[in-house]
Protein backbone atom coordinates (compact mmCIF):
# COMPACT_ATOMS: atom_id res chain seq x y z
CA UNK A 1 0.00 0.00 0.00
CA UNK A 2 1.30 3.25 -1.19
CA UNK A 3 1.00 6.67 1.34
CA UNK A 4 -1.31 9.28 0.35
CA UNK A 5 2.45 11.69 -0.06
CA UNK A 6 3.68 8.95 -2.53
CA UNK A 7 0.11 8.98 -4.76
CA UNK A 8 0.55 12.60 -4.88
CA UNK A 9 4.44 12.49 -6.37
CA UNK A 10 2.96 9.92 -8.96
CA UNK A 11 -0.13 11.96 -9.71
CA UNK A 12 2.05 15.12 -9.98
CA UNK A 13 4.45 13.31 -12.15
CA UNK A 14 1.68 11.38 -14.45
CA UNK A 15 0.06 14.89 -15.08
CA UNK A 16 3.24 16.21 -16.20
CA UNK A 17 3.93 13.63 -18.44
CA UNK A 18 0.37 13.66 -19.54
CA UNK A 19 -0.29 17.28 -19.91
CA UNK A 20 1.67 19.26 -22.58
CA UNK A 21 0.64 22.78 -20.76
CA UNK A 22 1.19 21.18 -17.51
CA UNK A 23 3.63 23.85 -16.64
CA UNK A 24 2.09 26.81 -18.15
CA UNK A 25 -0.88 26.36 -16.60
CA UNK A 26 0.55 25.80 -13.27
CA UNK A 27 -1.57 23.07 -12.38
CA UNK A 28 -0.87 21.61 -9.06
CA UNK A 29 -3.04 18.20 -7.75
CA UNK A 30 -5.27 18.22 -4.89
CA UNK A 31 -6.91 15.57 -3.22
CA UNK A 32 -10.17 14.59 -3.59
CA UNK A 33 -11.31 14.08 -0.46
CA UNK A 34 -15.19 13.09 -1.50
CA UNK A 35 -14.00 9.60 -2.71
CA UNK A 36 -13.48 7.24 0.30
CA UNK A 37 -13.26 3.72 0.69
CA UNK A 38 -11.71 3.21 -3.34
CA UNK A 39 -8.91 1.51 -4.25
CA UNK A 40 -7.78 4.40 -5.60
CA UNK A 41 -6.23 8.06 -4.03
CA UNK A 42 -8.44 10.40 -6.62
CA UNK A 43 -6.64 13.72 -7.53
CA UNK A 44 -8.60 17.30 -9.22
CA UNK A 45 -5.47 19.32 -10.82
CA UNK A 46 -6.40 23.06 -10.82
CA UNK A 47 -4.52 25.52 -12.63
CA UNK A 48 -3.10 28.48 -10.71
CA UNK A 49 -1.35 30.04 -13.52
CA UNK A 50 -2.21 33.30 -15.40
CA UNK A 51 -2.94 34.89 -19.42
CA UNK A 52 -0.83 37.59 -20.68
CA UNK A 53 -3.58 39.72 -19.30
CA UNK A 54 -3.55 38.19 -15.87
CA UNK A 55 -6.48 36.36 -15.89
CA UNK A 56 -6.27 33.15 -13.97
CA UNK A 57 -6.38 29.53 -16.58
CA UNK A 58 -9.54 27.61 -16.13
CA UNK A 59 -9.68 24.08 -16.93
CA UNK A 60 -13.04 22.52 -17.80
CA UNK A 61 -13.79 19.00 -18.42
CA UNK A 62 -10.58 17.20 -16.93
CA UNK A 63 -10.63 13.84 -16.19
CA UNK A 64 -9.66 13.34 -12.27
CA UNK A 65 -6.31 11.49 -11.97
CA UNK A 66 -6.62 7.80 -10.48
CA UNK A 67 -3.61 6.19 -8.30
CA UNK A 68 -4.05 2.75 -7.28
CA UNK A 69 -3.39 2.36 -3.72
CA UNK A 70 -2.06 -1.32 -3.40
CA UNK A 71 0.93 -0.68 -6.54
CA UNK A 72 1.08 2.73 -7.22
CA UNK A 73 -0.25 2.93 -10.93
CA UNK A 74 -1.48 5.93 -12.57
CA UNK A 75 -4.31 6.97 -14.87
CA UNK A 76 -7.34 9.34 -15.46
CA UNK A 77 -10.96 8.34 -14.93
CA UNK A 78 -12.11 6.56 -18.00
CA UNK A 79 -15.26 8.41 -17.55
CA UNK A 80 -17.49 11.28 -15.51
CA UNK A 81 -19.40 8.53 -14.81
CA UNK A 82 -16.71 6.46 -13.23
CA UNK A 83 -15.78 9.56 -10.96
CA UNK A 84 -18.85 10.36 -10.54
CA UNK A 85 -20.01 6.63 -9.22
CA UNK A 86 -17.35 6.86 -6.58
CA UNK A 87 -18.09 9.93 -4.76
CA UNK A 88 -22.00 8.43 -4.88
CA UNK A 89 -20.40 5.14 -2.82
CA UNK A 90 -18.56 7.66 -0.78
CA UNK A 91 -19.47 6.71 3.27
Known amino acids: MITEDRAREIAE ?13 DC ?11 DYYVF ?3 AHGVDAQGRQ ?13 NDGSCRFAK ?4 YFSMRANRK
Do not use: C, H, M, T
Not at 13 to 25: N, T
Not at 28 to 38: E, F, G, N, Q, T
Not at 57 to 69: A, Y
Not at 79 to 82: I, K, L, N, P, R
Open 28 to 38: RVKLDASVKDS
Open 79 to 82: SFDE
Open 13 to 25: QFGKASIPRWREW
Open 44 to 46: AYP
Open 57 to 69: FRLGGNLPIFVKK
